[in-house]
């Protein structure tokens, strides 16, 4: 029988209590890793551990940090997932909706690093992947204070990963097209026409349909993987084709 593929890795997802963050900490288990799940509710089954993290605090993050550590008996690989979303232009969120975004999406990854960082200096395979999005490459409508955020992660994980690869930490991120999470389902819910912004959302994507959270977290995985030693600084596109394709409108 082949020893599964993350044996002896031990993770942290923040944000891991649903949606993409879920669905990582569940394959990361699949293939063999122990995890622990940092959220502000952190109300998952087990074999996932799952403690309480406010990323916006840099106490609980470091009290975060350091019972996953000692739960965990170490640390191998943070994935920094925890995140929120944004509607409208640069005119539709105050000054105080752009520091409590950028807070959270941007310096809440660095709070959650920086904690980590003693710990996987003492790993053999130790990486950091950061969940961007499409987003950051790709000018989307209504998403300015987003997009903002997630352009400042890109830039971010290339910086992270010129300064840690020497110490043998692998920092990467991933980026997703619109995926089926629940924070998609309340915005369809809002909206004066759900089926048609859904028709909408899935048109956009040269599939023709939403990214699933699973298929993100296979990404994800995969970047943790020590068959990823020579993956760094890289961001992986988990997009339906959207970035890079032009595809022909499908005729009617």
């Known amino acids: 029988m082949s020893t599964p593929e993350l044996e002896g890795v031990r993770a942290v997802v923040t944000g891991g209590a649903s949606g993409i963050g ?85 310096v809440g990854m660095v709070r959650v690093a920086r904690a980590a960082l003693p710990h996987l200096r003492r ?58 999470t629940p924070w998609i389902g309340r915005l369809l819910a809002k909206a004066p026409d759900p089926e048609g912004e859904r028709a909408a959302l899935e048109a956009r994507q040269p599939t023709g349909r939403l990214v699933e959270p699973d298929e993100v977290a296979y990404a994800i995985a995969n970047l943790v993987s020590p068959r990823s030693r020579a993956v760094v600084g890289t961001s992986v596109a988990v997009d339906g084709g959207m970035q890079g394709l032009r595809v022909r409108p499908v005729s009617s």
Do not use: F
């Open 22 to 106: 879920l669905a990582t900490a569940n394959e990361l288990v699949r293939r063999g890793a122990r995890v622990a799940v940092l959220d502000v509710n952190p109300d998952v089954a087990e074999p996932l551990v799952g403690i309480r993290c406010d990323v916006t605090d840099t106490a609980s993050v470091e009290a975060a940090v350091s019972a996953a550590v000692e739960q965990l008996g170490g640390l191998d690989a943070v994935v920094n997932n925890a995140g929120i979303g944004a509607q409208g232009t640069i005119e539709d969120n105050d000054d105080e909706e752009w520091h409590r975004v950028l807070d959270l999406n941007v």
């Open 123 to 180: 790993s053999d395979n130790a990486s950091i992947t950061n969940t961007c999005s499409i987003a950051a490459t790709a000018g989307l409508p209504q998403r300015a204070l987003y997009s903002a955020s997630k352009g400042a992660v890109l830039s971010l994980t290339q910086a992270m990963a010129a300064d840690h690869v020497r110490e043998g930490i692998r920092v990467n991120c991933v980026n997703p097209g619109t995926v089926n």
